[in-house]
């Protein structure tokens, strides 16, 4: 193999394998569907990337099947032409999951599986353990504040921290040295169908975990691991389990606690970015990477110096006046814990979240519970659904959601469009984006209109 060619090569994900395979000498190329600051990023890089499906516009060197394999993501449609043209001439293609799976077997695999918080703690990893003296190559979720990047490599370590994606049930590709699996609240059921399935998909996937590693669960998961003879099994909360937190101090922007592990204890862990899920979120990174080898003192570094992941409770404005932020949150229970981490924060603060609905199955299954975990919130705006991969439901929009939410709550509807008009025509207290559609390519404009107030 000479060279790799990706179908999607604009996915958060799929870009940090290209990254490795570039920096590793490989050709590499690939279409998306339409230009982002991430391709541009990539093209800068060396890496070929077009934007029209169409077989002329690859070059010469992706079309050798001895010497090129093919990667795709699940998004792409069955019938893309040049993902068609490479099936049906012998080329060996492959999901990125495929990829991922082979660099598990070659390296020790510390995937980070779950409904929600798998990109905050497997960045958290990767880099309290790149900045230790075990090291780790790393294939992230989103872009880590810490590197401007969401592929981290190393040239002497034998460890790949990975996201580890139930979608679609990639992470059966995976074969883990050790994983953590932070939340199984039943999601994708247009791909599982039911909440049983899902939770058996976990309990599959606990299976592969190598003989000699290790699971890391969440306290109190509805699904049960089975893990291989030689498996150790822990189990991590906030406040229980073999790994948790004590002596937590909450004050004057600043949270500290205690780590409390089986291993050694970690007293005075002081959080780079202090948001209270990242008390819970860091146990888990903590925890996966002090059984890897990392000391006391590369832990409590690690946690004070990292900075984020874009689109993870990423603020961006953040002084006496205005709070302005973003988050990536989705699914209802991320929601939920988004909207409590704001309250604990912003106590006696007006709190405003702008929500894009993302998908209409997860609209369809889940509108109540995400009418719940928004009425902990003062106002409320909707905007319409984001489709994703989807087609439209029919009787499925936002409205679903904003007729359940709690008397009291502050709401409306407003087109996309209309948002930079509808910030214009306010002055926020405490303001947050929430969704994983593309509402967030107006934070930069929204920051501007609210420093200009």
């Not at 001439?89 to 660099?103: E, S, T």
């Not at 862990?269 to 990174?285: D, H, M, T, W």
Request: glycine residues 8%; proline residues 4%.
């Amino acid at each position: 193999m000479k060279a790799i060619y990706f179908i999607g090569a604009g996915g958060i994900g799929m870009s940090a394998l290209e990254r490795y395979f570039n920096n590793n000498g490989y050709k590499v190329g690939g279409y998306d569907k339409t230009p982002s600051t991430l391709t541009e990023i990539l093209i800068k890089e060396g890496i070929d990337i077009h934007y029209e499906d169409n077989i002329d516009s690859v070059a010469p060197e992706f079309k050798d099947k001895e010497n090129c394999v093919v990667c795709y993501t699940p998004a792409i449609p069955a019938d893309h032409t040049e993902l068609c043209y490479f099936q049906k001439n012998g080329f060996q293609v492959m999901k990125r999951a495929q990829i991922l799976g082979m660099l598990t077997r070659d390296k020790k695999g510390l995937c980070f599986a779950g409904t929600h918080g798998k990109t905050t703690t497997s960045t958290m990893c990767a880099h309290i353990m790149h900045q230790s003296h075990v090291d780790c190559n790393a294939f992230l979720g989103g872009i880590s504040k810490n590197y401007g990047t969401n592929n981290i490599l190393s040239d002497k370590s034998g460890f790949v921290v990975i996201e580890a994606d139930e979608f679609d049930r990639s992470f059966h590709w995976l074969r883990p040295w050790m994983t953590v699996i932070t939340s199984t609240d039943p999601d994708h059921l247009d791909i599982y169908g039911t909440e049983e399935a899902y939770l058996e998909s976990f309990r599959h996937y606990s299976t592969l975990v190598r003989p000699g590693g290790a699971i890391i669960l969440r306290k109190g998961l509805a699904m049960k691991a089975e893990p291989q003879p030689g498996v150790r099994v822990y189990e991590y909360s906030k406040e229980e389990g073999d790994f948790h937190a004590e002596n937590i101090r909450i004050a004057n922007g600043e949270i500290v606690f205690d780590f409390i592990s089986p291993i050694e204890d970690v007293r005075d862990i002081n959080l780079g970015q202090p948001i209270p899920i990242n008390i819970e979120n860091g146990i888990c990174a903590m925890a996966m990477a002090q059984l890897n080898g990392c000391t006391a003192e590369e832990l409590r570094h690690g946690m004070e110096t990292y900075g984020g992941v874009d689109r993870r409770f990423d603020f961006k404005i953040k002084d006496a006046r205005h709070v302005f932020l973003s988050d990536y949150a989705h699914h209802p229970k991320e929601i939920l814990q988004s909207a409590r981490s704001m309250r604990e924060l912003y106590k006696e603060r007006k709190i405003t979240a702008i929500f894009q609905p993302h998908l209409y199955t997860r609209t369809r299954d889940f509108y109540k519970e995400f009418a719940d975990a928004l009425s902990i919130l003062d106002e409320v705006v909707l905007t319409e659904i984001y489709p994703a991969r989807e087609l439209p439901i029919e009787g499925v929009t936002s409205r679903l959601i904003y007729d359940n939410l709690a008397e009291g709550v502050e709401k409306q509807i407003i087109a996309k469009a209309d948002v930079l008009d509808f910030v214009k025509s306010r002055d926020f207290d405490v303001l947050i984006i929430l969704g994983a559609g593309d509402l967030d390519n107006y934070c930069g404009k929204i920051a501007e209109i609210i420093q200009a107030k």
